[in-house]
């Protein structure tokens, strides 16, 4: 079996060769060549030039047997294409332009012509699927609409999503507006994507976690089904909630092929108490490839040990690759793979 189709059958928790997939949550910010381009050019440069972006995308795969590309791109890309630009701070984090503070500032959002504005990424797709082939998965992704709109309320690096909660509680027809225009721009994002090829989407509900249990469907749940829903049929999905596995039942609910999970979940457990037509990706700590050979390989070992037999796991990262990861541990990670299969 290519690599793609060992992924697309661990989508449907079909038999595979028992060859593990990997793939990598993000793009390489801990190789050298990336921080040689980024000497040259900023982040939103690198995201709007399809050249630049496939360029990084393919950065991991020329060093490590990975199964997947993730396209080199960022979730604030709508809402600037709603007409609210960003841009990375000098002592770091994220800026937005403005802070959407006012109904007058939603109303001036606007969600038309996505396909035009966003142009540069189905662009990317195509040269990397081009560069690629048909035997290694392509990955598009966006952010939920909740995780959004929390960049969009904070005017950059998330904190207490105060404006953003305040307006859920106090002014529901506002949050509704808001919420309504983010989403209308992710499923016209999602759909050019998946017509330049992907072979999968992962939405990212990164703020999720700052969402009180009662009300996780009204704040994030519900909008990210109705991205699902509008998405062609059985089409996979991966949902990242950052801090919300518990709300297992619920993720699940909102037509996800599979759920990514942190490494704070007990991975086997958690597969074995899903239905039949769901899978999972994850989980192992990032930090580990920022540690010693050693601990890569064992820890990794662990973690096919725990899974071996579960049909429907995508081995991964339970969150981001981190800038101090090493690239030699990465190897050693690939390796642990590769050798454990055989």
Request: net charge negative.
């Amino acid at each position: 079996m290519t690599s793609r189709e060992r992924f697309l059958a661990s989508i449907r928790r079909e038999p595979t060769d028992q060859t593990p997939v990997w793939v990598m949550r993000q793009a390489g910010r801990y190789l050298p060549e990336y921080r040689a381009l980024k000497e040259q050019y900023s982040f939103t440069e690198m995201v709007k030039s399809p050249e630049l972006a496939t360029e990084v995308t393919l950065q991991p795969l020329k060093r490590f047997p990975l199964d997947a590309a993730i396209i080199f791109s960022d979730i604030l890309i709508i809402p600037e294409a709603l007409g609210q630009p960003y841009h990375f701070r000098e002592g770091g984090g994220i800026g937005m332009d403005f802070i959407i503070d006012s109904v007058d500032k939603i109303n001036a959002l606007d969600a038309s012509d996505i396909e035009e504005k966003l142009a540069y990424l189905p662009a990317a797709l195509r040269m990397t699927r081009s560069a690629i082939g048909e035997d290694k998965t392509l990955l598009g992704f966006g952010g939920s609409p909740w995780t959004l709109a929390a960049y969009m309320t904070e005017g950059g690096s998330l904190k207490d999503l105060a404006a953003l909660k305040t307006l859920y509680y106090s002014e529901p027809a506002t949050f509704e507006l808001l919420m309504e225009k983010i989403t209308s721009a992710v499923i016209d994002l999602f759909k050019m994507e998946i017509e330049a090829g992907v072979d999968a989407l992962q939405i990212f509900d990164s703020a999720g976690a700052f969402c009180p249990s009662s009300h996780y469907e009204g704040m994030s749940l519900k909008w990210i089904k109705r991205i699902i829903d509008a998405l062609p049929a059985d089409f996979p999905i991966i949902i990242f909630a950052k801090g919300m596995a518990h709300q297992r039942d619920a993720l699940v609910g909102t037509g996800a092929s599979v759920l990514s999970i942190d490494w704070t979940i007990d991975l086997p457990s958690y597969y074995d108490a899903l239905p039949d037509n769901v899978s999972v990706q994850g989980n192992l700590d990032p930090l580990i490839l920022s540690s010693t050979p050693d601990v890569v390989r064992r820890e990794t070992t662990r973690l096919l040990q725990g899974m071996q037999g579960r049909h429907g796991h995508i081995l991964n990262l339970g969150h981001g690759i981190l800038p101090s990861a090493k690239p030699e541990n990465m190897q050693v990670l690939c390796d642990t793979i590769a050798e454990f299969a055989s």
